[in-house]
């Protein structure tokens, strides 16, 4: 059974800083990850979809990469600013079976 | 770009009322899915829909039904709200095939007192 874990559950820095936030999952056998944003108290707002077969994708400041072999997912969020401060929560896709999730992790980014 | 509705932002019910949950996706997704989220619990799947008049259980059925009568609408049953099931609901679609992506919606914070 595929298990999805973030790590740190939350994470505070400075604006400004680089960061990365970790996901890792159990079965490697997976067609895409998912991450996406949650602000307190909303749904959840895709990030970025990277498929089996990438190594990465970009949005702007954002930047996620999966190396399926070691079951990890990287996001890099550049010069973070106070407006990302939200959570984090990657999803897996296993092919034929609701996305797996992890249980995200809460940033604050300190002015 | 897609967009997933769902009825209420906010909603008080009594314990034992029945309580229906909507949710509308307009991009002619095939797949719905019905999650509820809690502090240090996660997401966890209630029951999941691929296709009209399908429903299959997630993780925690117990306590809720699902309806999908048409494509776009995905309606959460509580048959017999209970103080337990005050959460966050969250409703999401998807279409068909294994590399899709997934969308949420604004989801709907039920207290049951």
């Known amino acids: 059974k595929q298990e999805v874990t973030q790590i740190p559950a939350a994470l505070s820095v400075p604006e400004g800083e680089n960061l990365v936030l970790n996901c890792s999952f159990t079965d490697s056998a997976i067609y895409n990850l998912q991450w996406f944003r949650q602000d307190p108290g909303k749904g959840l707002t895709s990030l970025l979809l990277i498929q089996s077969s990438q190594r990465e994708q970009t949005s702007g400041r954002l930047n996620a990469s999966l190396d399926k072999s070691s079951g990890r997912s990287t996001l890099y969020i550049a010069a973070s600013q106070p407006g990302d401060s939200a959570t984090y929560l990657c999803?897996?896709?296993?092919?034929?079976?609701?996305?797996?999730f992890g249980k995200g992790t809460r940033l604050s980014v300190i002015a | 770009d897609v967009k997933v509705t769902q009825s209420s932002r906010y909603l008080v019910k009594r314990t034992g009322e029945k309580v229906f949950l909507e949710c509308v996706q307009d991009m002619d997704h095939e797949n719905m899915f019905w999650y509820r989220q809690d502090p240090g619990l996660g997401l966890r799947l209630i029951y999941f829909?691929?296709?009209?008049?399908?429903?299959e259980k997630g993780d925690i059925p117990e306590g809720y039904s699902v309806s999908r009568e048409k494509k776009e609408r995905f309606s959460l049953i509580l048959e017999s709200a209970s103080t337990n099931q005050t959460s966050m609901y969250l409703c999401?679609?998807?279409?068909?095939?294994?590399?899709?992506?997934?969308?949420f919606g604004p989801g709907t914070r039920l207290t049951v007192t």
């Open positions: 999401a679609s998807s279409p068909s095939g294994a590399a899709y992506e997934q969308y």
């Open positions: 999803a897996v896709n296993s092919g034929n079976t609701p996305l797996v």
């Open positions: 829909s691929y296709d009209v008049k399908m429903k």
